[in-house]
Nanobody, 128 residues
């Protein structure tokens, strides 16, 4: 199992900044990528940012140029640095860990894990 806990959310004014953290524990050696999503009540979850183990990064169009994802693999943590926050960024932000699919690339027990694991989410509210 992989357990994820997000922190760092809160209330900020438009134009402000926040730094979210995601702490992973358990079978962290099985993680292939860390991903940030966000969700507004009643809407589908939206991809915010992703960083696979190969070091590449991906961003949703709505946050490109404003948000930065990073990882500290030694500490089993992922971060989302958010700047120039806008009211439309208000959402619950979730951290997700994608699991390596092939036992040839990871310990055999990784094959027994679920495809991915989610944190509980942290609320970000941006006031105008």
């Amino acid at each position: 199992q992989i357990h994820l806990v997000e922190s760092g959310g809160g209330l900020v004014q438009a134009g402000g900044s926040l730094r979210l953290s995601c702490s992973a524990s358990g079978d962290t050696i099985c993680i292939a990528a860390m991903v940030w999503y966000r969700q507004v009540p009643g809407q589908d979850r939206e991809l915010v940012a992703a960083e696979p183990n190969d070091g590449g990064t991906f961003y949703g169009n709505a946050v490109k140029g404003r948000f930065t994802i990073s990882r500290d693999n030694d500490k089993n943590q992922a971060y989302l640095e958010m700047k120039d926050l806008q009211p439309e960024d208000t959402a619950v932000y979730y951290c997700k860990a994608d699991v390596i699919a092939s036992p040839a690339l990871a310990p055999a027990e990784c094959e027994m894990l679920e495809r991915d694991y989610w944190g509980q989410g942290t609320q970000v509210t941006v006031s105008s």
